[in-house]
């Protein structure tokens, strides 16, 4: 095999797509963790499978100025340096989007938020908040993203690409001639191990296949370097309130800065959707499952968490990464919770309290109990700040029956490339949410357009070689 992708999110098929096109009867295999798109549909929510999060979940495609990796919003790594930006990256962005078109998208492109939205970003800026957000976008329905993904399937496989679905790529070594991939079933399925060869691999698996990544790609020997995690509580509380952002945008971001170089944010919101431990970064920590929107239930969970910079981690926030580890230790097996009203009168919740609350736990097994030390004191103080801004936004976010899991928890690496989306490993390449260079499916377009170029350059130069 020339070329393994790991991953058929937006990156991954993008980087296909390129490196078929520039190196036509290159050996290319997809391999995905998830389902097959025809079975996606049928089966239970998944953020994975062909099409990836964004594409076939979300379909809202942001097409204006941008930079990989994205600006932050908090010091990030010295040294660290924007691989495309500007011009360069519009113009790259401009074809993936061009792509879609060409595919079947033709919702058109809006220049600006409408009056709704507008309005919103402009009470959340009165409020000392940051809604963020990025236009021109465009906003594809169902049909489109479905007509889109059909259309580059077909195309990638009359270039003849190859996919693997539901076997996920569990550990990768060097070999002479390049790599030897060892794949498993995926969801702890009983199965045979695989054994596949490439000359060059794309890494491809999204945000929450980073830890997998940085894992991976060190055992490789590259170089990555941890940044500061994110720590926090993922909230729940009534869809109805949530429902003046939600109606806007089913994810809305909004984040404060805050002096200590950090922000405090909402992350990852599923209006409707409910809460589930998943053992990530060897703890067990609260994620929020998305659910369509025909499928939707009384709670929406969204996280809110600090995210210090490399400065302020060092600095004021030094304690927070070890938060979800304490939380761990103290209720172990378990998630945690806490009314928000008794983390403000500092007391514990107890049994009693929970089944009196009106705010129903999507998570029945988490344990009632006290979070308050095992946070720093600044974190409920800014989480406070944030949700009192909020409230004036969406009445009822304050209330003290909102209930508050934890851990919540995000970690994020820092992966040196070159131009190419290339590590420190010749023919090792990585693109998309995993490696922090995208947050959105047409800049992971763009990731894996550089992925496919850079891989197909590899290959041409060792075969000149
Ligand atoms: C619910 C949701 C909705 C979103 N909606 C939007 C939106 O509307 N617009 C937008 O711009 N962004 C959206 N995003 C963000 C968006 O997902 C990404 O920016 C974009 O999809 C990233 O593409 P990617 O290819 O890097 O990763 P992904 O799309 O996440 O694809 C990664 C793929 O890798 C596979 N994988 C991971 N690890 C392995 C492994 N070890 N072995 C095999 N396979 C593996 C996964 O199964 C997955 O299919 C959304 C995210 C979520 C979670």
Known sequence: ??????????????????????????????????????????????????????????????????????????????????????????????????????????APVRDLPDERLRELIERARDEGLEYVTSYPARFLTADERRRVLDGLFAELRRAGARFTYGTHVADIRRTDDGFALTLRPAGGAEGARAHIEARALILAPGRYGAEWLAGTVTSLGAGVAALPSAFGVRLELPAAVYAPLTAINPDPRLQLPLASDAVVKTYATCPGGYVTPVTRYGRRVASGVPVPADARGPSTTVAVLAQPGVAGAAGAWADGEHAAKRVNDRYPGTLAVQRMGDIRAGRATTARAMDANTVRPTYRDAAPGDLRDLYPDAFWATCEHLLSRIERLAPGVRSDDVLAYAPAEERFWHFPTDERMQTTVPGLFVAGDGPGHSQGSIQAGVAGTLAGRGAAAYLAERANS
Request: aromatic share 4%; hydrophobic share 45%; charged share 15%.
């Open 1 to 106: 095999m020339d070329v393994v992708i790991v991953g058929a999110g937006s990156a991954g098929l993008l980087a296909a797509l390129t490196l078929l096109s520039e190196r036509p009867g290159a050996s290319v295999r997809m391999v995905d963790a998830g389902l097959p798109l025809d079975d996606r549909g049928r089966a239970g929510p998944s953020l994975g499978g062909s099409g990836g999060a964004g594409l076939y979940l979300g379909g809202r495609l942001y097409v204006g100025p941008a930079a990989i990796p994205p600006a932050s919003p908090v010091s990030t790594m010295p040294g660290a340096r924007a691989i495309v930006s500007g011009d360069a990256y519009s113009e790259l962005a401009r074809q993936v989007d061009a792509l879609f078109t060409r595919l079947g998208a033709v």
